[in-house]
């Protein structure tokens, strides 16, 4: 028998319960063991729930209990998540977490000490949601470089772009539509700023280019900037709006970023809407590989939680090694990252004075007094340069 106390009965932890129970048979048959749910920890009570009986409000009662082998983290949010992780490894209780704040700050850490008290912490549902990527990138595509990763990680964020998009909606009237469905947060900001998905590429940089990627040195731009104009212009050149997290290697140097970018229709990612995820990996053997499938959501997000739970239980008293040095990994400059840009800037009868700064541009069917064109590649610092001779309405980096 092995005992699992699931901290936190919110989305995901009453996901991970009713995962755990619904499919005990199976579970526990791909475990090799019985598999049962001892407690729920949780500041509120939930009376009447079928969780009544085992909940706790105390980690201390988890911490302390030799029975409990596996500690599911479902809080969210960085403390105390983090400190009864820690302390749940130091006890050699292996953990499993969907929390990817936690594992883009302190996931090195947390690897190590469960190295140090020969248990494992498991973190496949902090990126992607139920997205099998973590355990791909780390167990079965070793054999390349990882040239680089393009993801949609942010569903909540892809759903607002495939609104505004198909259905030519304002970016306020999109998100407050989903608000009321529950797609997005009462307190929006850190999907619909990036600073989500910024965590989310940071995981899989780190684990990729196997050094510590900090998520604050990643440049992050949001999709607020956004409109239906965008769109109408993207559309000019088959092509859609996305918020895509990149990691890259280049002549050695790791380049990583989140923003807004204008994706062609001949690339996998196009196709990916609504509330949908995925990541598409470029090895250097391997080629392209895409992962698709939900990338939120309780029921898809503790399947990938209670498939580490059963990785967990198979590999009891024996640590997996996860190739992630402590080491921080300078960036390149995001300056230098050289890449086409769709511009629109005020006024007609410009195309002269632009070609005269941008060079060779191409330009699109302009509307409300606007001309807008789309760029050679070009670093950042060069673009911002030339765009300095114009009044720029938006610009998007084109995919
Ligand atoms: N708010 C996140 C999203 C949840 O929309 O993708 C999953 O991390």
């Known amino acids: 028998m092995v005992n699992v106390a699931i901290l936190g009965h919110g989305t995901i932890g009453s996901g991970v319960y009713k995962v755990i129970n619904d499919n005990n048979s199976h579970v526990s048959r791909r475990a090799g063991d019985d598999i049962k749910v001892k407690y729920v920890l949780d500041l509120r009570d939930f009376p009447g729930d079928p969780v009544e009986d085992i ?26 998540a983090h400190t009864y992780a820690m302390q749940a490894l130091l006890a050699g209780k292996s953990v499993c977490t969907s929390n990817k704040e936690v594992v883009a700050k302190y996931g090195y850490e ?16 902090s990126v992607g949601g139920g997205i099998p990527i973590i355990r791909p990138l780390m167990g079965c595509i070793t054999a390349d470089h990882i040239k680089s990763i393009s993801g949609i990680l942010n569903g909540t964020t892809n759903y607002i772009l495939t609104k505004m998009s198909e259905e030519g909606l304002a970016f306020d009237d999109v998100l407050k539509d989903a608000q009321n469905k529950g797609y997005a947060e009462r307190n929006p ?14 995981i899989l940089a780190s684990l990729a280019y196997e050094r510590q990627v900090n998520f604050e040195d990643i440049y992050t731009e949001g999709i607020t900037k956004i409109t239906c104009e965008d769109f109408w212009y993207a559309n000019q050149l088959h092509s859609s709006i996305k918020l895509l997290g990149l990691a890259k290697r280049q002549n050695g140097v790791v380049y990583s970023m989140v923003a807004p970018f204008v994706v062609n229709q001949d690339n996998p990612l196009y196709g990916v809407s609504d509330v949908f995820n995925a990541i598409l990996l470029d090895g250097d053997m391997l080629g392209e590989v895409m992962f ?14 209670v498939s580490d739970v059963i990785s967990a239980v198979k590999n009891r008293g024996r ?20 890449m086409p840009y769709l511009v629109r800037v005020s006024g007609t009868d410009i195309e002269k004075e ?39 309405v938006n610009r998007i980096r084109i995919f």
């Not at 900001?189 to 940071?202: F, L, P, Q, S, T």
């Not at 990338?295 to 503790?302: D, Q, V």
């Not at 070609?355 to 950042?380: H, I, R, W, Y």
């Open 55 to 80: 909940l706790v409000h105390d980690f201390d009662t988890i911490l302390n209990d030799d029975e409990v082998d596996i500690v599911v983290e479902a809080m969210g949010g960085v403390e105390p």
């Open 110 to 125: 947390l690897i190590q000490i469960a190295k140090e008290n020969n248990c494992n912490f498991f973190f496949e549902a």
């Open 189 to 202: 900001e850190a999907d619909i700023e990036g600073y989500d998905a910024c965590r989310k590429i940071a």
């Open 292 to 305: 698709y499938g939900k990338g939120a959501g309780s029921l898809p997000t503790a399947s990938a939680v």
């Open 319 to 338: 640590n997996i090694p996860i190739l992630w040095r402590p080491e921080k990994r300078e960036l390149g400059p995001v300056d230098a990252f050289e």
């Open 354 to 392: 632009i070609k005269d700064v941008f060079g060779d541009v191409q330009f699109l069917q302009g509307q409300n007094g606007e001309t807008a064109f789309v760029t050679g590649p070009m670093s950042g610092a060069d673009y911002e340069k030339a765009a300095s001779n114009f009044e720029v």
